[in-house]
C-alpha cells in the first residue's frame, strides 16, 4: 500500500473580485466530437486564498471544417493579474481561429497557426490598453496550448510555455510535444509576446482513430501524469469514454503528493465514441 495522506486543510477562497471559479467543467457534442473539459484550483491557491490561473476555451471555425481548442495557465509570478491573461488568451486564440479554414491549415500549417497567435497578441495588448491601462503585457503573462482539429485528415498545434498536449491510446500515453525527463513546468516564453510565432512549437496532429482522444493539459496536470503511473491508470480509466461535466470533474479530483498546482484539461474523442 502507499504512504496515507495527510488530511487536507479547510480550504480558502480567494477574497479578489478578478478570481477565477474554484471549478469549471464542461461536456458535450461540439461539431461530430465529444468534449470535455474540466479546471481545478490547485491546492496552494486553496491554502492561501488565492486564485486559480487556468483557462480553457473551445468553438468551431466560422465554416464548421474545424473544431478550436486552447488551454492557457497564468504565470504564478503574476499571481494577481495572470489569471486575466490566462481568460482572455484563451478566448482570444479560439476567437481569431475562427475565420481559419481546414483547406487553409492544409496549405502552410505553422505559418497559419503563427499568423493567429500574432493576432490574439495584438488584440489582447488594445483591449488592456483600452480597459486595463494600468497593467503591463508581463502582468497578463501566459502559457498557452492550441489545437485545429479538422473533420478528416491531419489536425496541428501550436504551443508556447509548458502547457501540454498528449495522446492518450487505452492505457498508452504520448506527448504531442518533446519533452525531456525533467519537470514540466519549466517556462521558457509567454503570451502576449512580440513576436509569438517565433517563440512557438508547431507539430501535427496525426488523423484519429478509434480508441485515442486528444488531451490539452496545463502543466499541474501534466505534471501528475508524467510522474505518477498511478495517476495516468486513473485518467487513462476515466477518459475510456466521453465523459460529460460532472464525470470531467470528478476526473481530476485524484490525490498525489506533492500535487499543489492548478489542473486543467481538456480532452476531445473521436467521432466513433458517444457519450451512452
Not at 478570481?19 to 461536456?27: E, H, K, N
Amino acid at each position: 500500500m502507499g504512504e496515507r495522506l495527510q488530511p487536507l486543510p479547510l480550504p480558502r477562497l480567494a477574497p479578489t473580485t478578478t478570481s477565477l471559479p474554484g471549478m469549471r467543467a464542461d461536456g458535450g457534442l461540439l461539431g461530430d466530437r465529444w468534449l470535455g473539459a474540466a479546471s481545478l484550483a490547485g491546492q496552494s491557491h486553496l491554502n492561501c486564498g488565492t486564485t486559480a490561473q487556468d483557462a480553457y476555451q473551445f468553438t468551431l471555425s466560422d465554416d464548421g471544417s474545424l473544431l478550436l481548442a486552447a488551454v492557457c495557465d497564468g504565470l504564478g509570478s503574476r499571481p494577481l493579474t495572470s489569471q486575466l491573461g490566462a481568460t482572455l488568451m484563451a478566448s482570444l486564440l479560439c476567437e481569431v481561429a475562427r475565420t481559419v479554414t481546414a483547406a487553409s491549415l492544409a496549405v502552410d500549417p505553422p505559418a497559419v497557426l503563427g499568423r493567429v497567435l500574432e493576432a490574439a497578441c495584438a488584440q489582447a495588448a488594445r483591449l488592456r490598453a483600452a480597459g486595463m491601462p494600468g497593467l503591463t503585457d508581463k502582468d497578463l503573462s501566459c502559457t498557452a496550448a492550441l489545437v485545429l482539429l479538422p473533420a478528416a485528415g491531419t489536425g496541428w498545434a501550436a504551443r508556447v510555455g509548458d502547457c501540454a498536449v498528449m495522446r492518450l491510446d487505452g492505457k498508452e500515453w504520448n506527448t504531442v510535444f518533446p519533452r525531456d525527463n525533467g519537470p514540466v513546468n519549466r517556462v521558457s516564453a509567454a503570451l502576449p509576446h512580440a513576436a509569438p510565432a517565433e517563440v512557438a512549437e508547431y507539430a501535427s496532429l496525426d488523423e484519429e482513430h478509434a480508441g485515442t482522444c486528444l488531451i490539452l493539459a496545463s502543466d499541474g496536470l501534466a505534471e501528475d501524469a508524467f510522474g505518477s503511473p498511478a495517476v495516468r491508470a486513473w485518467l487513462a480509466e476515466r477518459w475510456s469514454q466521453p465523459c460529460d461535466a460532472m464525470a470531467m470533474a470528478d476526473s481530476l479530483r485524484y490525490r498525489r503528493r506533492g500535487s499543489h498546482d492548478d489542473r486543467t484539461a481538456l480532452v476531445v474523442w473521436p467521432r466513433q465514441l458517444r457519450c451512452g
